[in-house]
Nanobody, 125 residues
Framework: QVQLVESGGGSAQAGGSLRLSCAAS????????MAWFRQSPGKEREGVAT????????YYADSVKGRFTISQDHAKNTLYLQMNNLKPEDTAMYSC??????????????????WGQGTQFTVSS
């Protein structure tokens, strides 16, 4: 089992920056990939970014490409999402997720077995 706890949510101004963190505990050596998802009211949950632990490859949603960076610190068992040049449409509940399995699409939430409780993030214009 893997437990995930997000932190760093809150609010920011458009054009600003913020970093989200996700601390993992439990059987973290079983993790194959971790990701950030977000969901805003009335919208479906969407994949924001995913990082694969075997080769460090990363994938991003087109809406955040060039503005967001996903990274991991293995020593701290922590996943990060650095968000720059924020836009009001980035407002959402952000959740981190982990999976021990390989295969599938990086943005497919159904592939991820473990989820954090989520952290709300609001960008004001």
């Amino acid at each position: 089992q893997v437990q995930l706890v997000e932190s760093g949510g809150g609010s920011a101004q458009a054009g600003g920056s913020l970093r989200l963190s996700c601390a993992a505990s439990g059987t973290t050596n079983s993790i194959y990939a971790m990701a950030w998802f977000r969901q805003s009211p009335g919208k479906e949950r969407e994949g924001v970014a995913t990082i694969y632990f075997d080769d460090g490859s990363t994938y991003y949603a087109d809406s955040v490409k060039g503005r967001f960076t996903i990274s991991q610190d293995h020593a701290k068992n922590t996943l990060y999402l650095q968000m720059n040049n924020l836009k009001p449409e980035d407002t959402a509940m952000y959740s981190c997720a982990a999976t021990p399995g390989s295969g599938g699409s990086w943005y497919d939430a159904g592939l991820f077995d473990y989820w954090g409780q989520g952290t709300q993030f609001t960008v004001s214009s």
